[in-house]
């Protein structure tokens, strides 16, 4: 296969060299072959390099000056693309305009790699469909997905709910996710509680957000995940609403999220 040209996208110099490095690393450690053809700053300088090098695929930040990530995706005709960014609110809006995964700064080396396999799918994807006169059914379906999830309809639930894995020291524990209620993003890191102690994934909000949905969980403020089915009593006090959760936490919830927390509650 030819190597996967990819433009990086970031207004920080420093993240676009770490990016060039660590897919120069994942080359050279044998993985599939990548080749960054160049790098923009900002939004308006992507479309001038997307139109000159046609690359296959684009690592974009979002918060840029001039013109951020998601108004490029949302307003440009590109090629599939992973947004890469600091800030995991962002996650639900950036797969509403098609993105091939949403990655977490900073960016570890395995998330990277899974994200460009996924990426090269969909590239093979949509050559094919391409070469066969047919449509990108895997982009339907993504975007049928995405409409359910705005419109506040539940995906259908998997079987068997997924497993948390957390790490202590240099061993994985694995929790049942009946078991919580309740994840929040502190210091760059994603905590929850479970008999009594605190636990820390590698895994983002938004990341969780996706993989959740499904199961009852809700983003009920940038900083907080919240399982709906836990909450036993709605606090408003002094203009601020929180959740309370059958086991005592209390959780904030942002302002735009009061109303339709509300609604899913039946309130």
């Not at 949403?102 to 460009?116: D, N, S, T, V």
């Not at 590239?123 to 975007?143: T, V």
């Not at 760059?188 to 820390?200: D, L, N, R």
């Amino acid at each position: 296969m030819t190597a996967l040209r990819v433009l990086i996208v970031d207004d920080e110099a420093p993240a676009r060299r770490r990016l060039r490095r660590m897919l120069e690393r994942l080359t050279n450690d044998g993985a599939e072959a990548i080749e960054v053809v160049g790098e923009a700053a900002d939004g308006v300088e992507a479309l001038t390099q997307l139109t000159k090098l046609e690359p296959d695929l684009v690592l974009l930040d979002i918060q840029m000056p001039a013109l951020d990530g998601l108004a490029l995706a949302q307003h440009a005709s590109l090629p599939p693309f992973i947004f890469v960014t600091a800030f995991d609110e962002h996650a639900l809006a950036a797969f509403e305009v098609g993105a091939a995964d949403y990655l977490l700064k900073p960016i570890r080396r395995e998330r990277l790699q899974l994200a460009l396999e996924r990426a090269r799918t969909r590239i093979e994807a949509q050559r094919d469909a391409s070469a066969k006169g047919e449509g990108a059914s895997e982009l339907d379906e993504l975007q049928a997905t995405l409409r359910r999830l705005v419109a506040a309809e539940p995906a259908p639930a998997s079987p068997t709910p997924p497993r948390i894995a957390a790490r202590e020291g240099g061993s994985v524990r694995l929790f049942e996710l009946a078991e919580i209620g309740r994840f929040w993003s502190a210091d760059k890191y994603t905590c929850f509680h479970h008999g009594g102690a605190e636990h820390v994934l590698d895994e983002g909000l938004g990341e969780l957000e996706l993989r959740l949905g499904a199961h009852g969980f809700v983003r009920v403020h940038r900083s907080e995940l919240v399982d709906l089915g836990w909450v036993r009593a709605v606090h408003s006090e002094a203009g601020a609403t929180s959740l309370e959760l059958r086991d005592g936490q209390r959780v904030a919830v942002s302002r735009r999220m009061v109303a339709e927390i509300k609604r899913r509650l039946g309130l």
